[in-house]
Structures are given as C-alpha cells and as structure tokens.
C-alpha cells in the first residue's frame, strides 16, 4: 500500500507539472479519450496481469493530474480580471482579515482582500463578477477599518497581479491564484467604504480580535519586539520583529518557527499526547483530542493556507495513530497530499506545501534510519540530531532553489533553542486561553519574555559563529529528482536489481573508487571552465539593474534597483538583486558602478554591499542624494572610486569604458546627472544610458562619442523625454532593453519611443514583459534568453 500510495500521488504530481508545458494541452476531448482507454484497460488488466494494471493505473494518475490542472487553470469568463485596465467600482464581500502596516504616526497601509459580486464601469453599467481582488490603500489612522464580512464599495484602477520575472524567486501573482486572488485594485484614501452600515459580526473578526488583545496583553508585560516576536510564534506572521532578528533566525535555520506550520502543530498534538499519557487515556481517545486541539488552534492563528494545510497533515497522521496504524505513516502523508492537490493542483508549485511536505517526507522515511546511523551518538543527542538531519535532507533542493544557503548552525539551533522557544509556544498559548482566568497571568508572560529573549541571544550569537551559514547553489528539477534518487539510494530505498552502497564498495571497490576520483575531477574542471561572457537586465521594477558576468565569473553590477517607497519596508537590493546574484553564483562583485544616485538606481546597493563582498564602487560626482549616503553608511570601509570620463577598466577580456561622466552644466543629482557606461566583449557592445535624456544625448552627439552598440539600455525606462531619433542614429543598436516596471504610474515606455525602436527595425525587450533578459556571446555569436521565454 505504501509503495501504491506513493507511485499514484508522484504521478498525478507529474500531470500536474505538465500542464505547464505544451503537452497535449490544447485537447481537452483527446485527454478524456485517453484518460477514458487508460480505465478500461487498467480494468482489463486488474483481472489478469496486476503488473500491468499497476503501469496503466499510473499513467491513468498522470492524464488524470494533467486535466484536471488544465480545468482549474481556466478562468471562467465572469472573473473579474477580463475587465483589467478599466476604471471601476468594484462591490464586494471583505473575504479575510485586513492586514494592517503603520507608515506614520497618522497613516496606516490597509491590505484588503474583496471577493467581488460586482463591478460598475465608468459610463454606469454594472456587470456581475467572480474572483477576489487585492486592495492596497494608505489611509488615516482615524478612519475605520473594514471587517471581515462586511460589504464593501471600492473605486480604482483595476490591474493583473504581477511578479518580479527572475529565476529562483516566488511567483507572488501565482501564488495569490492559489488564494483566489486575480486581480489589484489601486484606490486612493476615501475610496474605499462600507456598502451596508448594517453589517453583520463574523466569527473571524472575534478571532481577530482576541489575537489583537492578547498582544497587547503581552505588549503591557514586555518589550514591544519581544511581544511582537511571541505573537509571530504564536500566531504566525513577522509584524513588528525587527530586522535583525528574523536574518539571524533565517540564518540558523529556524525561521519556520516565527509562522504557524507542521512546527507548531505537532507541538500541539505532543503536549496532548503527554497528558493523555499521564492519565492513561486510549490513544484512540487521545487522538481525537488531539485533532480537536489542532482544528481549535488553526482557528485562533487564523486558519492562513499554510495552517489549514498543516492542520489537514496532522489530523490525517493522528488518524493513523488513533486506529494503531502508525507504520502507515508514509501512506497517510501521501493521501494528504494526494487529497491537498486534488483541492488545489498549483499547490504543487507553492513554497510552504514543498517545504512542509518534503520535511515530514524527510521525517517518516530517512529519521528511523538516521538515528540508527547515528548509534555512536548517545540517545539523548542523536535523535534530535537525526530529527534536524532527516528533515534538512528532505528540504535541500527547495532551500537551494529558493534560498540558496545551508545553514549548519541550525543543528545547534534545534538542539537549544527550539526546545526553549517550544516551551514559550506552549506556555504563551496556556497563558493566552487561561489567562485572562489567572491572577498572575503577568507572571506567566514575564516567564514567556524571559524565555524569548533567551533564544534571541542564543540565536544571534549562532548566525554570528563562522560558516553558520553556507552558500548553496540552486538545484533545478533535473538536478533535484539525482539528489532525491541519490539519498533513496544511500538509504537503501532501491530495486533489488541495483546494488547498494557497501555492496558496491566490497565487490567493485577499485573501479568505483576511480568512477568517484573521475566525477569530482570532471566536476572541477566544469567549475572553472571559461562560459561564455555574459549580460543580465534584472527584473527589478521600476528602477535599473544590470550584471556582467565574465568568462571566469568575475562580475560588474551596473546599477541597484531601489526600495519601493515610505510604504513599505521591501527592499529590492535585499529582496530581489542579491537573491538574483547568488542565484548565479555571484558572491563578491568586482565593480559596482551606479549611473546616478537616484532611489531607482542607486536604492538598493546598501544591501547589496551588506550581503556581499564588493571590491570596487564607482559613483558620480554629484552631490549625495539619501540613497547613496546610505551606501556609504553601510559600508563606510569601501573603495570608492569617482567617475570620470574616458575611464576604461579591463577584467578578463571585458573593457568598460566610461563615455560620459554626468557632470553637464545641468543641476546636480537629476537624470541629466547620469553616467554612460559602454561594456564591450569581442565584436559586441552593451550602452547603459542610465536616466539620461534628451539633452545629455545630444551632448553625446556633439562630442561625436563612441556609442554605437549591439545592445542599447533605453534610457530613463523609456520616458518620452529619451531615446531621440538622432540619437538612436548614432548608437545603431540591434537591440533594446527597457527596465521598467509592470502597470508603473508614469506611463513607460512612452508609445512614441516604441514607435521610434520599431520604425528602426530595432527588436525590444522589456522587464515588464519578459522578466530577466539574458545576452551571452562568445565574442562571434550573441544569444538571448528571457524568463518568460523568447519574443
């Protein structure tokens, strides 16, 4: 059963990944056809060859997976997306707790989630709609906020979720698809209001509320950081945890235990357990308590996605356990899955399912095996040791994909401190239940404070011990289903037919002892084996940023992006370049060369240079705006080198020249202060024109500077104010780059220097439309490559 369990759930897992591939998917009849022969001879079969209705009842999960991925992916024709890029008014249900930032002493970010009944266009015609809709909106602190339940009328913009177009980072618009979330509204303060001041009470809000209570309760017994960081193990969620804690947390590894997850659930299942074991309740008995304590607490952190899929998890392993079937533990994990992508196909592709997931994997089939690996170790030290292992070993290749570091310091971390903070977990729930009952309730949450500032310490002094944290490059499909296989193997889940590891060893020790030597030799030589040169606009949003890779992976920054305003605290030198340079193997940069010190260039160097070793940094001559006194800040021990022009740097094979330094009679620290980069490898050339515009070209022009090209980074992301005629004249590019940020409020590109590029024959990418945009050349060639695929 467990060996049925797994093939069927890893095959329709399978259809699942394939609908994203053109792969018989414009057919949905020919799919039923087939789908439909696989039954009748899967029921053929069963009678006179099991082996054989075992293959067909596989691929019956796999056609099955296919259409059934193919069906939720359509968007009915009422959705509320199909009226994108209008103007409306949008009525609706509030369908989740908003979700509140402060921005100012008198201004709060208000994130509500709307599930539209309708929709009234510009000239008054009101059309019937379905799906959710995303609203962001800045509004007094003074004004109420909507609550969950009440019918709302919000007026706006209406636009498509959308992602930053890079490897290796989440799809955010995919993922709010998941949450029946197709569309954004942008609404301005005051747009935004109750349809109905008669609006009923939820259930939701008064969960809502009690949590409110409870942190404040905690915030009058303790620090406001510590408050905040008990709720986020609490309740989940990183609201008011500073910085600084949650990289340390990241970095040792246990960043999971500041949202709700498997973590926290299986806490709740222990405890339960323990008292049932004290009193010598039935395990059946004590199962059911159990899950009722599991279905109460998704309901008080409440009931996010990754809770309710954590509580499906728990309750259906507690099933097992309470009808003595507690070796059908595999069995049980992959009916949850099976059941948890039957509901929701694109949760295959969702981080918390893949994570969650492939550590319990980790967990019931590399854990009994690690501990006995681990038999030199005393008891009391190898089995959390092998808890850590076997769940770190299942994650691996989403840790790589996603995160791109291995922390080694989180088998400490497990040793010390989550018991600690599960005892916090577990105290802080008694005391939020019981203890508004409890006279000395305050003492309880002193112990809790007391308990948390424990681990912080301890943590913050692991993230700082060297190689705490270690590089991982990405591991891709083909790459990760090798590792998978690889630790099967090394475990010894095989075929009788291939041999396993010791067996190799004692019969084919010399042969496999120069395979190995042979494979790490080879390995190496790939390693430093000269690629080809290469250019990278990344998808940074309304800003600029670009990265050159040499042959022998030296590198060039050309511009940071930037933050993305007072309202936010996401930084997309933090969130976006640096997880895009170490997605590539980028951790030092030889030069990073800022353009000018605008936010949308220069914003996101700070980070950059606080996440990486940056050797060089080149900056104009211009008086510093705030984004580049904040560079300095962070890294007040850099070399800084001034830009001038006629500067020429050589790093292997690459020149970049500087065409023009940004001193102009213009004033200083404005678009016409920015620099023109030239990067030249073999017969090809890149310009990066930064923010200039039409004036500083025709400077150019006058001069007579060499600026034809291969590939023109669009000036000032395509404004109407760039990208003259004459100038185009003059550079001659083949191609064009716009970085530009999807649906931006300044309207780039503008239509005309569209029309200018396409009157010049010149074929254009964008960010916006193809995400990161990839040259590579040999010096001769020049290849391209998009991540939304080719034009």
Not at 165 to 178: E, F
Not at 184 to 208: E, P
Not at 378 to 384: H, Q, S, T, V
Not at 616 to 621: F, G, H, K, L, S
Request: net charge neutral.
């Amino acid at each position: 059963m467990k060996r049925i369990s797994i093939i069927f759930t890893a095959a329709f897992a399978a259809g699942i990944t394939m609908a994203d591939f053109d792969v018989m998917t414009g057919n949905l009849a020919l799919l039923y056809a087939v789908a439909a022969g696989l039954f009748v001879g899967f029921l053929i079969a069963v009678f006179r060859w099991i082996k054989a209705a075992a293959i067909l009842m596989a691929a019956l999960c796999i056609v099955s997976g296919l259409i059934h991925a193919l069906h939720v992916s359509q968007v009915p024709l009422s959705d509320i997306s199909h009226l994108a890029g209008q103007r409306l008014t949008v009525v609706g249900i509030v369908s989740d707790i908003p979700q509140v930032l402060p921005i100012s002493q008198d201004n709060v970010k208000v994130r509500y989630i709307i599930n539209a009944r309708a929709a009234i266009t510009e000239q008054g015609e009101e059309v019937p709609v379905t799906g959710g809709v995303l609203i962001n909106i800045n509004q007094r602190i003074s004004q109420q906020i909507l609550p969950y339940g009440t019918e709302t009328v919000a007026a706006g913009k209406l636009t498509l979720p959308h992602s930053y177009g890079n490897p290796g980072m989440i799809d955010t618009s995919a993922a709010l698809k998941r949450q029946g979330i197709t569309a954004r509204l942008s609404a301005a303060d005051g747009m935004i209001r109750f349809s109905d001041d008669n609006s009923k009470r939820h259930w939701q809000n008064t969960l809502s509320d009690w949590r409110e209570n409870i942190t404040k309760r905690m915030e009058k017994a303790m620090p406001p950081e510590t408050a905040a960081i008990l709720a986020g193990t609490l309740f989940g969620g990183y609201a008011g945890i500073p910085k600084e804690v949650i990289a340390s947390f990241a970095t040792t590894g246990i960043i999971h235990i500041l949202s709700v997850s498997g973590t926290h659930i299986a806490l709740v299942a222990a405890v339960i357990f323990w008292f049932g074991s004290l009193f010598r309740i039935r395990p059946g008995i004590i199962s059911a308590w159990a899950a009722f304590s599991i279905v109460i607490y998704a309901l008080i952190s409440g009931c996010t996605p990754p809770v309710v899929r954590s509580a499906i998890m728990g309750i259906i392993g507690l099933a097992a356990v309470g009808l003595g079937r507690e070796k059908d533990a595999p069995t049980a994990l992959m009916i949850a899955a099976f059941l948890m992508l039957l509901y929701q196909p694109g949760l295959i592709y969702d981080i918390s399912f893949q994570l969650s997931f492939s550590a319990a994997a980790g967990l019931i089939f590399l854990y009994p095996k690690t501990v006995a690996y681990l038999k030199l170790l005393p008891a009391w030290l190898a089995k959390p040791f092998a808890v850590t292992l076997a769940a770190q070993l299942g994650v691996v290749p989403f840790i790589a994909w996603y995160f791109k570091s291995f922390s080694l310091s989180s088998f400490i971390a497990n040793l010390i401190a989550i018991p600690i903070i599960e005892a916090a977990v577990i105290l802080g729930l008694f005391t939020s239940i019981l203890g508004a009952m409890l006279a000395p309730a305050n003492i309880l949450w002193y112990s809790c404070s007391f308990l948390i500032n424990l681990v912080v310490v301890i943590i913050e002094k692991l993230a700082t011990l060297p190689g705490a944290s270690i590089y991982l490059p990405p591991i891709g499909l083909e790459a990760g289903i090798a590792y998978y296989c690889l630790v099967a193997w090394l475990y010894g889940y095989r075929p009788i037919w291939i041999p396993s590891l010791s067996d190799v060893y004692s019969k084919w020790f010399k042969a496999s002892t120069v395979f190995s030597i042979i494979i790490t030799v080879a390995f190496a030589v790939y390693i430093n084996y000269p690629r080809q040169f290469a250019v990278h606009f990344i998808d940074v949003g309304q800003g600029d940023a670009a990265l050159i890779i040499t042959p022998h992976r030296r590198s060039i920054l050309i511009d940071s992006g930037g933050t993305l305003g007072e309202a936010t605290d996401f930084d997309v030198g933090e969130r976006v370049v640096l997880p895009y340079l170490k997605h590539y193997g980028i951790l030092d940069i030889d030069y990073l060369i800022l353009t000018h010190g605008h936010q949308d260039h220069a914003g996101g160097a700070s980070a950059v240079v606080s996440g990486i070793p940056v050797k060089n940094i080149m900056i104009a001559r211009e008086e510093f705006t705030p984004a580049l006194k904040k560079l300095i800040n962070a890294t007040p021990d850099a070399v800084f080198i001034p830009i001038y022009q006629d500067q020429q740097i050589m790093l292997d094979g690459t020149r970049v020249s500087i065409i023009l330094d940004g001193i102009r009679d213009q004033a200083k620290s404005n678009n016409e202060s920015s620099a023109v980069i030239k990067v030249t490898y073999g017969s090809h050339s890149f310009l990066f024109t930064g923010d200039l515009e039409a004036k500083g070209e025709q400077e150019i022009l006058i001069k007579k500077l060499p600026v034809r090209c291969s590939v023109l980074k669009v000036g000032h992301h395509g404004s109407k104010t760039s990208s003259t005629p004459e100038f185009l004249a003059a550079v001659q590019p083949q191609y064009a780059v716009i970085s530009v940020g999807y649906n931006n409020r300044f309207g780039h590109p503008h239509p005309d220097v569209i029309k200018r590029l396409t009157e010049r024959n010149i074929e254009t990418y964008r960010t916006d439309q193809h995400g990161a945009i990839i040259f590579q050349s040999d010096g001769e060639n020049l290849h391209i490559e998009t991540f939304r695929g080719l034009k």
